[in-house]
């Protein structure tokens, strides 16, 4: 097949070997295992993958809002020259909703369901009222992430060299406590022997009979079972005193070792803890005056702005008194003049529709000239903050877009006099309110039916293509992929599996699953779902070895159960994990259910010779 050029090439978020769990009774459920994927501007990048892949998790660490029990193991996520997985609350609330939207799958709940839409999508809006002061934030916000970085990197080494303290001495604690525990567990066997040794000999008492024959052989037996008894309570004595003296001896030796152990890292924390508030007491008073200069420079930036924006209000206000007086001089001197001629006119009546008509045209002149006056004002009072009334007006707007008929009457509606359809709609217009550079969709039209999911799927990709917006865009279904996506990512059990363009995962799959999820989507024609996927997908409490698909997968190799495929290169923009990418691997052609659909639908698409693709 003959590369095609891929048009978007400028990254701009990007996530590196994210590493995402979560705390449960039964451990560490390990959700996303090892993410990495770009996302350039203005494409759309599909993840999709069976319930349960991690797509939900990856999108949430994205916009910061995992639930408590997540632990963001490593990775990051660069946007803006920033990694979102490290920097504070309050610094994340200006990207979240503002750089980066999101829209979930219910659109219920993401809205309020007493308070009217309007005040919804403007409540946002106005929580950011003074610009200026985001303006700041946003000129130093590269200096304050590296000088809260630091003293955030100073913390997690010290803390980290002092678990590494606790770590060892809770690890001696606990073999020497299991030590302790098989003593008092062997002199409980011995007790518990003593006692089922006793009722032996009162068994046999019991078996006695009155005459003195009968006495005499219990007596017998009690005498030989006793020395049985003997034998073994004293058996056991002896393990029990040596188990002691070994364990000790052990113990001795452990608590040696422990102590070495905490001294030495005990040493290692201390030089740990004193280099890094070394390198931070270094590293804190540059990194603090550079952020000291930058809010110097930003506010003087901002001075000049909002200077600049004022002589260009200034000069705007005196062009339009211009125009007035210009309108005074030309319209409303005619004006004048046709009514001072008006007496002495031939035809009153003639008279009387000239000066009428020139009486609309000079207020109808003049009315425009108000209405641009007062759309000025409120620019140059919009630029500094937000107005109740500048948000309404981009509300109103925004619902237009997004196609909401009659938005002044919808605007003071409640969600439940909504469909569904428009619920989402409104959702996405608040999402849009703040129009946002990168906008996250997981599954936002799953909940939806079929000619209203298309419906919005048309929607988002229009506002793509005119806000030139990058979208992250989540689903469980392949046809909507097909009608959505410039890139896909195929996520198995957290993990990414295979990556490449719309045309190159559809056109020429290369892993297995992806094989798998292409014949599991019902045919074009028939309608008919043809293969479901065997099995289920792996529990991530304990992730398999290996490929986590070769459970389930026909085509698996003996090395798909031991060792992790790495991403083998198929194009620029083509990668897959799979060993049957590996020179050494047997030559395996793609199911024929998925060939045979690659070539019906290339047929469908006039492309007769795959190398035309
Ligand atoms: N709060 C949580 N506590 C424990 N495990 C969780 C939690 N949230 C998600 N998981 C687990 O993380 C894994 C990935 O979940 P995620 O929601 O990302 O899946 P998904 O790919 O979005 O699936 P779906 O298509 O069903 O939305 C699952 O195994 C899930 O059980
Ligand atoms: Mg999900």
Redesign the pocket.
Known sequence: MTQEKYPYTEPILSVNDLRVS???DEGL?H??RGVSFTLNKGETLCIV????????????TIMGI??A??VIESGSVMYGGEDLTKIDESEFHRIRGHKIGMIF?DPLSSLNPIMKVGKQITEAMLVNKNKMARMLDDLISKEEASYKNAKVRKTQTIIRAQGEVLESDEFYDKEIRELDNQIGEKKNDFEMKKIKNASLIQEINATAGKDDKSKAAAQQKADSQNKVNKAEEEALKAEIAQLIADNEKKIVELKKEKKEKHQTLEAKYREAKKAAKSLYKKEAPVLKKALKDKKKAAKAEIKQFKKDQAVKYAQQQSAFKDEKIKLDETCGKELKDLQASYSSAPSKALAKQAITKKQNEYDGRLKDINARQEQAHDDYVGIFKVTKKAAKATALRVMKEVGIPQPEVRYNQYPFEFSGGMRQRIVIAIALTANPEVLIC??PTTALDVTIQAQILELINRLKKERNMSIIF?T?DLAVVANMADRVAV?YA?KIVEVGTANEIFYDPRHPYTWALLSSIPDIDSHEKLEAIPGT?P??LNPPKGDAFAARNKYALAVDFKEEPPFFRISATHYASTWLLDKRAPKVNKPKIVSQRIKASLERAGVTNESEL
């Open positions: 979560f705390k449960t459920v959700a996303v993958g069976e319930s349960g892949s991690g797509k939900s998790v990856t999108s949430k995992l639930s029990s997540a799958q997981d599954e989540i469980h996520m957290g997908p529990y991530l």
